[in-house]
Structure formats: structure tokens, C-alpha cells
Nanobody, 127 residues
Framework: QVHLVESGGGSVQSGGSLRLSCVVS????????MAWFRQAPGKEREGVAT???????NYDDSVKGRFTISQDNDKNTLYLQMSSLKPEDTAMYYC?????????????????????WGLGTLVTISS
């Protein structure tokens, strides 16, 4: 079975930084798309960043220049480095994995297109 486990969330002040991690286990394929989504209270889940098995990344405009998605294949871990955090970044952050032959496709990533999800990690930014 495929499992995704997020960690690294927390409460920080505006302007601060956090690094989220997502450890993946049980995924047997070499090609994929991985993504970070977030869902704020009362809002729909939205894509934040994606990275594919070739290392190609994409970001939502709201986080470009502030967030960096990366992966460590030796550790089977996906990361989201978040800097210059704003109160509007407050949300539950989820990592997701899609078994796909090539690329993450066009932006934005679609929630229903992802095959596996973690349970999320909460990020709270105070002003």
C-alpha cells in the first residue's frame, strides 16, 4: 500500500518560514507527479506546487518566489520550503501523488487527478 505522511506544520508569525515534509512509502513506479495542496477554512482545496519525476516544478502565482518544492529520492521525501509567510497562507497542507507516465500536466493540478493523499499538516500564520 502507498502511504504519504506529512510533517513540519506549525504556528509562526508573518514573515517567518517553515519546511514541510512528506514521506512516501510503498510506491513502486519511477514516474509520477507529486504536489502540495492546501485548504483554508471555508475554501476549496487548491494546488500550491508540483514536481514530477524529472524534477520539473510549477507553482501557484500566490507562492512564486516564496515557496520551493523539492524532493529527495534517496529518502523518498517531498519537501515544501515556505518563506515570507503571510496570514493568507494559513491552511491545512496536503501532499499528493499521481501515478503518471510523464509530467504533471498543465496548471493547476486537479485534486481528483491525484491517486494518493496524506492526512495533512496544519500551518497557521499570525499577523
Amino acid at each position: 500500500q502507498v502511504h504519504l505522511v506529512e510533517s513540519g506544520g506549525g504556528s509562526v508569525q508573518s514573515g517567518g518560514s517553515l519546511r514541510l515534509s512528506c514521506v512516501v512509502s510503498g510506491f513502486p513506479y519511477n514516474t509520477y507527479c507529486m504536489a502540495w495542496f492546501r485548504q483554508a477554512p471555508g475554501k476549496e482545496r487548491e494546488g500550491v506546487a508540483t514536481i514530477d519525476s524529472d524534477g520539473i516544478t510549477n507553482y501557484d502565482d500566490s507562492v512564486k518566489g516564496r515557496f520551493t518544492i523539492s524532493q529527495d529520492n534517496d529518502k523518498n521525501t517531498l519537501y515544501l520550503q515556505m518563506s515570507s509567510l503571510k496570514p493568507e497562507d494559513t491552511a491545512m497542507y496536503y501532499c499528493a501523488l499521481e501515478n503518471i507516465l510523464s509530467g504533471c500536466g498543465s496548471w493547476p493540478p486537479l485534486s481528483y487527478g491525484m491517486d494518493y493523499w496524506g492526512l495533512g499538516t496544519l500551518v497557521t500564520i499570525s499577523s
